[in-house]
């Protein structure tokens, strides 16, 4: 990853160097001078980034390159690109191991529950298809990427002799089942970056005529990115197999489920998803794991600027 390498690069040059010593003196002199009213890390990182600025223009003319120095690299220099530069990076960082802790534990979930992490791929690929088709804006669909990937989180508070139970279930552990939308919420509560996959955490087992749980919410009450995900998350899991049973065909998928309209699905959402289900179906049955993911790769980076390994899109480089 570029950073690690701009890191040890520098790391290894600047060790034990002439510039380092004159740099931490400079830096320790600067720090006993700091204006109480100004944060110690803020001051710091204006420090530094002064100092490197005035070490790179200096370099520059040294080696002759006054022009340089003066026009197009003082401009690109300058301390609020700097700034920005870095602030972007670091939360691009941040945003790129936020979507990675996502996978894992989508996967996670999945993979005890239904033997496969194909599951959060799928819905996730699914819903954000269906979102574009409603028309629904680019942050309502970043918010359904981030629920997508971890809306059963809760099932990790459900023991396997209940998750895992091949027979019915009976009343005491129908409720235990039922719970994980509400330990699922639980899960993220302060995790602010989270906040906004809560309504699909919560809700995604909520039905339009209010007959779902955990809060009986009906029609547009139940929040748009829950009714959409309800959606593809049912449509998944009635077309895959599972370890304790098989995959119902498209044509009984589709009827069963247009048989559910205004019951369990938004009646417009699912009219939607029809217009798009058939073709959506065929590209992701035929893909395999890794193709689904690299499939999510171009999904994500459309929304986020890079893709779920953290890794930064090339035009991000274009310095
Ligand atoms: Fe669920």
Redesign the pocket.
Same mark, same amino acid.
Request: aromatic letters at 0%; proline letters at 11%.
């Given at each position: 990853m570029l950073p690690e390498k701009i890191k040890a690069r520098i790391s290894r040059r600047l060790k034990d160097s002439e510039v380092s010593r004159i740099v931490t003196e400079e830096v320790k002199q600067f720090m006993a001078e700091r204006p109480p009213s100004i944060g110690a890390q803020e001051y710091y990182t204006t420090v530094a980034l002064f100092i490197l600025r005035e070490l790179f223009s200096q370099t520059l003319v040294k080696s002759g390159d006054v022009a340089a120095a003066e026009t197009a690299h003082a401009d690109e220099l300058d301390f609020d690109t700097i700034l920005n530069g870095l602030l972007i990076w670091m939360q691009k960082d941040l945003l790129g191991s936020n979507i990675q802790m996502l996978k894992a534990l989508g996967s996670a979930i999945a993979e005890r529950d239904t033997g496969s992490r194909a599951h959060p791929l799928k819905v996730t690929l699914y819903a954000v298809q269906l979102a574009e088709q409603a028309d629904l804006n680019k942050d309502q669909i970043r918010t359904i990427i981030k629920g997508s990937f971890i #809306? !059963?989180i809760?099932?990790i508070g459900i023991p396997d002799s209940t998750l895992l139970k091949a027979g019915k279930l009976s009343d005491d552990e129908r409720k235990i089942m039922n719970s +994980?939308?509400t330990l699922g919420a639980h899960i993220i509560e302060g995790v602010m970056w989270l906040e906004d996959a809560r309504d699909i955490v919560l809700h +995604? #087992?909520e039905r339009f005529d209010g007959s779902g749980y955990p809060s009986g919410l009906q029609g547009y009450g139940i929040p748009i990115s829950a009714r959409v995900f309800t959606i593809v !998350?049912v449509f998944d899991a009635l077309t895959s197999d599972r370890p304790y049973k098989k995959a119902l065909s498209y044509d009984d998928t589709i009827a069963y489920m247009h048989n559910q309209s205004g019951r369990h699905f938004d009646p417009t959402l699912l009219m939607k998803f029809f217009e798009i289900a058939i073709s959506l179906y065929n590209e992701i049955r035929q893909s395999t794991i890794d193709e689904l993911e690299e499939l999510l790769v171009e999904v994500i980076s459309g929304y986020s600027g890079l893709d779920p390994h953290g890794i930064y899109l090339r035009s991000l480089y274009t310095l």
């Open positions: #809306h !059963d809760g099932k +994980h939308p +995604h #087992h !998350d």
